[in-house]
């Protein structure tokens, strides 16, 4: 990936995922657990979630290098003990951080709507191609971090949603989630993932 457009890449992916930890700890002191709040992860400041090695490290070399490395933010604390139903609040709070990408994402096509569309009368602009790139990048990030593999927010969502019995097998399977996540990656999972969300922006951009 060249240098002017890797910039803006990295800047939309750093904003996204701050947008969506700060959605989390939204909803976990929503929820009644002020523990995020008190640790300053309740901001947009991405000062506030930034992981050296997941988002600044492994995200510029797999831009510039084109190895596939997964990259993260840091987590947004939740202790459990605040939470009135564990499981089910647990659950809200993961599904926050994937809700918030694709509320980001419709306010962004909205404003690519606005200035005319992705191809206006004057043809692309660069503004219009910024944001068609952070809508893309916010529902792609909704989309695999609603994946049912734990740690990512779709397996604590599933968490929630089953019997105690499966919950607790989805824990079991917690610490061998990024293996899990990397054959999904070489097994062409994640390239499929783009292909409906691609067609989807298609059709909500004018």
Do not use: C
């Amino acid at each position: 990936m060249s240098l002017d457009l890797a910039i803006p890449v990295f800047i939309i992916l750093v904003a996204s995922l701050s947008v969506h930890e700060a959605a989390h700890a939204w909803a976990s002191n929503r929820l009644g657990d002020p523990t995020a709040r008190q640790l300053g992860r309740l901001t947009l400041n991405p000062l506030a979630h930034i992981d050296l090695i997941g988002t600044v490290v492994f995200p510029l070399v797999a831009m510039f290098s084109g190895i596939p490395l997964i990259g993260w933010a840091k987590p947004v604390p939740v202790d459990m003990r605040y939470l009135k139903a564990p499981r089910r609040d647990f659950a809200l709070v993961a599904l926050a951080g994937p809700v918030s990408n694709v509320l980001l994402a419709a306010v962004l096509v909205t404003l690519i709507n606005l200035q005319g569309g992705l191809v206006p009368d004057d043809g692309v602009t660069r503004f219009g191609l910024v944001l068609y790139m952070a809508a893309f990048t916010n529902l792609l990030l909704a989309a695999f971090n609603m994946l049912p593999v734990p740690p990512l927010d779709g397996g604590n969502v599933l968490a929630g949603l089953v019997p105690e019995s499966a919950a607790r097998l989805i824990d079991r399977v917690r610490p061998f989630g990024i293996i899990v996540l990397y054959l999904l990656m070489f097994s062409g999972v994640f390239a499929t993932l783009m292909e409906p969300i691609e067609d989807l922006l298609g059709a909500l951009v004018l």
